[in-house]
């Protein structure tokens, strides 16, 4: 259970003065190797980006083999003052992120510690900017995507999980989590059997998948429809990324408050670190290596839509 990890961070978030000095002073207290904290400004404003390091027992940053898994929480801005007052429905990318960290980070010091290493990134603004988008607002961030990745997106992550509220629209229709096909390279891969036999266990019911257009895995900025940022940072790696969304049955707007549902977000939270668990231990896989390679010497790269295409 992670809920006094949700809540305890949702106390900390929810406030204009939440910043990234504050949780890195939380991780480091619980547990976590290493937080990094930086301002970033953008031409709307400024967010802090923050990085937090939970090592494991055969990680690489000891010299160890076992694969590195990324966290990422995906959001605009956790809330968009002073438009709208409080934590708004996008922030529960950062929320769950974060909540996944902290108790990675507080299993680590009991002595529960995972074979491989974790990476846990997002970044935390209070007074972001809103944007128009159909069905319903989206919240807008104060830095542009590129930058965003560049800092969340890091080369030693070999696999991520990228999570994000995903309310602000009509093809997800269920109260929790759902999570997306794989993604990796420019393709769109199956969904993986390991990655849903873990979502059925942590939610004890069927996996919920949602539906990923080609759009939805090419850059922010080119004028296309994306469903949100959730698979935005599938083009900033070659690393194989699934995208965990928090959903709802009826759209809900990114810059809605009152709208965290702390019970969907303590399951993102917890999948997340379950899939950390065995996914460092070699017993849960993103993609079929073997297929996907068969893929590349039958259609080639599609690396491609990890670009801005052609002009």
């Excluded at 769109?188 to 019911?205: A, F, W, Y």
Aim: charged share 20%; with cysteine.
């Amino acid at each position: 259970m992670l809920l006094k990890q949700v809540l305890d961070l949702f106390e900390l978030l929810d406030t204009p003065k939440a910043n990234g000095e504050t949780i890195k002073e939380l991780m480091l207290a619980n547990g976590a190797d290493e937080v990094t904290v930086e301002t970033v400004t953008g031409e709307k404003g400024s967010t802090d980006s923050i990085k937090i390091l939970i090592k494991g027992s055969n990680g690489k940053s000891s010299g160890g083999t076992a694969p590195t898994l990324g966290i990422i929480g995906r959001l605009g801005g956790l809330g968009a003052r002073p438009e709208v007052i409080g934590f708004v429905s996008d922030g529960d990318g950062a929320l769950a992120a974060l909540s996944a960290g902290l108790k990675l980070a507080q299993m680590h010091k009991n002595g529960d510690v995972l074979a491989g290493d974790v990476l846990v990134a997002t970044h935390i603004c209070p007074h972001a900017p809103t944007q128009d988008h159909f069905p319903v607002p989206f919240m807008d961030s104060p830095i542009d995507m590129q930058l965003c990745n560049r800092k969340e997106v890091d080369e030693r992550m070999d696999a991520i999980l990228s999570i994000d509220t995903t309310k602000g629209n009509r093809v997800i229709n269920l109260n929790g989590i759902a999570i997306s096909n794989t993604i990796k390279e420019g393709y769109i891969l199956e969904v993986s059997n390991d990655i849903m036999d873990v979502m059925t266990r942590v939610t004890g019911k069927l996996p919920a998948i949602f539906p990923c257009a080609q759009q939805d895995i090419t850059p922010y900025g080119n004028d296309l429809h994306h469903l949100n940022s959730i698979l935005q940072p599938a083009t900033a790696t070659n690393a194989p990324v699934v995208g965990v969304a928090i959903t709802t049955e009826q759209a809900v707007a990114g810059c809605a408050t009152g709208a965290s549902h702390p019970e969907d977000v303590e399951t993102a939270a917890r999948f997340a670190v379950e899939i950390a668990k065995g996914y460092g231990e070699g017993k849960v896989s993103f993609y079929n290596e073997k297929e996907f390679a068969h893929l590349l010497e039958l259609y080639g790269p599609m690396n491609r839509f990890q670009t801005f295409g052609q002009n």
